[in-house]
């Protein structure tokens, strides 16, 4: 099905309901064509799995018949976007995606090892759905965890068949198919690999927002950090293929598409045009039928004056910045790896700031690294006030396998940790406050992503990525955008009338 825009998709839906409010409708992605259902409830913001496949690849006729598959995710946008990879590849294998472990011959786990508290949520998932695992059934980690622990994880969760990193999606109909024929302990661990762009099939799982994975891993080595050893080294998607598939989505009425990576601004085109970030960002703006252009997350290192006079230059560039700084204090950016000092990072902010159009900057902090004193606290605090950002993402440091960090001294107490991050959001907390204060009497264009149950109360995101509710007696918004006048504000979202 081809749509030149979201209200045109809502007036087929309106056309083709179905039975239980379900419809059909075709998703291309590149080499495979499949047919599968979508629940008109996923439209109103509440996730439903497509409800039937009928694949064309040879190798769905392998399939067990009425196989199903549940999969959980954990972690960032990159794990949701590779979530939506595996249940491409599966609902084209013939498998139908369920609601709950209990009703699946497959159940996988999608993993984030970026903070402690995610991989020890995987293990202890694993460890309550072993007294419930039905015969037969097959449990599978993939991710991040799954790269980080290997073959170790089969020795702490016997019960487990299958150990898949997230660039080896790909291969996960040979993998299946292995543990189809009784293969009992299957993996795949490979890490340097430009297959990971190149799934046969990816499931969107919003029908107006598509991510677009562009770089994976990162070559950055932050003494806190995981990635590199669980994505391996950075690869770049080539330009041409990035815009073909940008291309694909227009043509399917997607209007907003966020390019993802680790060190996403670190991208290198590998193809002979040898596009620069800020040049692949122009080329996806371009397409026709794209609205909006996103993307995440930025490294203040690789974060040059081109990338804000890409979004100075074009509309449809979103006037928002992810750049994590982690630390006001250069004492602790140095201990963290980071590349650049406190006064660094400060120029990037300066060039955000004096752009001739406002942008929107957000950062993630880390509190309690190994080593970090009162006073590099205070550091930190003070960048708050002098940077101001519009929101953050803040954490406690937790020691991850295989990271330079994991051998340092001065260890902070998890009691100080907790201190330090109150402290932190709740200065966070008042500063958005007063920021979006300000935006009262702004109007903004939304793209309308959720409707309230109640009555005339919808929800969206401005360009410069906030939430905003908003009042319209108008139907049909969803997929939409709308002119919304901001009458209140809170420090997490706005709240608005629609304008005509």
């Not at 497509?50 to 009425?66: I, K, L, T, Y």
């Not at 490979?190 to 297959?195: G, I, L, R, S, W």
Request: aromatic content about 8%; overall charge neutral.
């Amino acid at each position: 099905m081809t749509r030149s825009g979201a209200a045109h998709f809502l007036q087929y839906l309106d056309a083709r309901t179905a039975k239980d409010g379900v419809v059909t409708c075709v998703r291309l992605r590149t080499r495979m064509a499949g047919t599968f259902d979508i629940s008109l409830d996923s439209l109103a913001g509440r996730s439903v799995a497509p409800q039937n496949v009928v694949a064309s690849d040879s190798f769905a006729n392998s399939r067990q018949d009425g196989a199903t598959f549940f999969l959980e995710t954990f972690g960032c946008q990159m794990n949701d976007h590779d979530s939506e990879k595996v249940a491409g590849v599966l609902l084209s294998r013939g498998y139908r995606q369920v609601e709950s472990p209990e009703a699946a011959s497959l159940v996988l786990y999608n993993t984030c090892s970026i903070r402690e508290k995610a991989a020890q949520k995987v293990f202890s998932r694993l460890g309550e759905y072993r007294t419930k695992q039905a015969a037969g059934q097959v449990i599978g980690v993939l991710g991040c965890v799954a790269q980080q622990e290997g073959e170790e994880i089969f020795e702490r969760a016997p019960w487990v068949s299958l150990v898949c990193g997230s660039a080896s999606y790909r291969k996960l109909p040979d993998l299946l198919a292995q543990i189809e024929a009784g293969n009992q302990r299957v993996t795949g661990l490979d890490t340097d690999t430009d297959e990971t762009f190149e799934t046969p099939v990816t499931r969107r799982d919003n029908p107006w927002r598509a991510y677009l994975t562009i770089i994976e891993g990162c070559d950055k080595a932050c003494a806190y950090c995981v990635v590199p050893y669980t994505r391996g080294p950075e690869r770049s998607r080539a330009s041409n293929a990035v815009l073909k598939e940008v291309r694909e989505l227009a043509e399917l009425g997607y209007s907003e598409v966020q390019l993802l990576g680790q060190t996403v601004n670190s991208y290198a085109d590998p193809s002979a045009r040898r596009m620069r970030f800020s040049e692949l960002l122009l080329a996806v703006a371009d397409e026709p039928g794209i609205q909006r252009v996103r993307f995440t997350t930025s490294h203040p290192r690789d974060f040059g004056a081109d990338i804000v006079g890409a979004i100075e230059s074009h509309p449809k560039l979103c006037n928002h910045v992810h750049l994590p700084v982690q630390s006001g204090s250069t004492k602790v950016l140095r201990e963290m790896v980071r590349t650049y000092t406190r006064a660094e990072y400060l120029e990037k902010i300066a060039m955000l700031r004096e752009a001739k159009r406002p942008i929107a900057i957000t950062t993630d902090i880390i509190v309690g690294f190994p080593g970090e004193t009162e006073a590099d606290f205070a550091e930190t605090l003070s960048l708050l006030e002098e940077v101001r950002y519009d929101s953050l993402f803040s954490f406690k440091y937790s020691p991850r396998p295989n990271t330079p960090s994991l051998s340092m001294p001065e260890a902070i107490s998890e009691e100080e940790k907790s201190r330090r991050l109150a402290i932190l959001q709740e200065k966070q907390r008042e500063i958005q406050g007063e920021r979006n204060a300000r935006l009262v009497g702004t109007t903004f264009d939304v793209l309308v992503s959720s409707k309230s149950r109640r009555e005339n109360q919808w929800s969206g995101h401005s360009s410069c990525h906030r939430v905003v509710n908003f009042t319209s007696q108008e139907r049909n918004l969803l997929g939409t955008y709308v002119q919304v006048l901001v009458t209140s504000a809170g420090p997490n979202s706005l709240v608005g009338e629609q304008v005509t």
